[in-house]
């Protein structure tokens, strides 16, 4: 059984960081490319960033310098660093993966609020 463990978020000042962590149960992370998604209230869920199971990395226009996206093999975690934090990237920020028969899976969600 698959499940995703979202967790480190909270609330912080705009210029402030944050690292999210994803620690994933029944599918590895080396082997599954692993995405990290964000809905803001009233908005879309809209993918941030993404890692393939090759290592490579891709963001979102509106995450690209300051989102940094990684992996611990070892924890089975994933992590999303986020710099320079601005009010509008306050959401709920979701880990995602898909299995090999095309089943997703989402984890449950952990708040960010950045304050201006």
């Known amino acids: 059984q698959v499940q995703l463990v979202e967790s480190g978020g909270g609330l912080v000042q705009a210029g402030g960081s944050l690292r999210l962590s994803c620690v994933a149960f029944?599918?590895?992370?080396?082997?599954?490319?692993m995405y990290w998604y964000r809905q803001a209230p009233g908005r879309q869920r809209e993918s941030v960033a993404f890692?393939?199971?090759?290592?490579?990395?891709s963001y979102a226009d509106s995450a690209k310098d300051r989102f940094t996206i990684s992996r611990d093999g070892g924890k089975n975690t994933v992590y999303l660093q986020i710099n320079s934090l601005k009010p509008e990237d306050t959401a709920v920020y979701y880990c995602?993966?898909?299995?090999?028969?095309?089943?997703?899976?989402w984890g449950q969600g952990t708040q960010v609020t950045v304050s201006s």
């Open positions: 995602n993966t898909v299995d090999r028969w095309g089943l997703a899976y």
């Open positions: 029944g599918i590895n992370v080396r082997i599954n490319s």
């Open positions: 890692i393939t199971s090759g290592g490579s990395t």
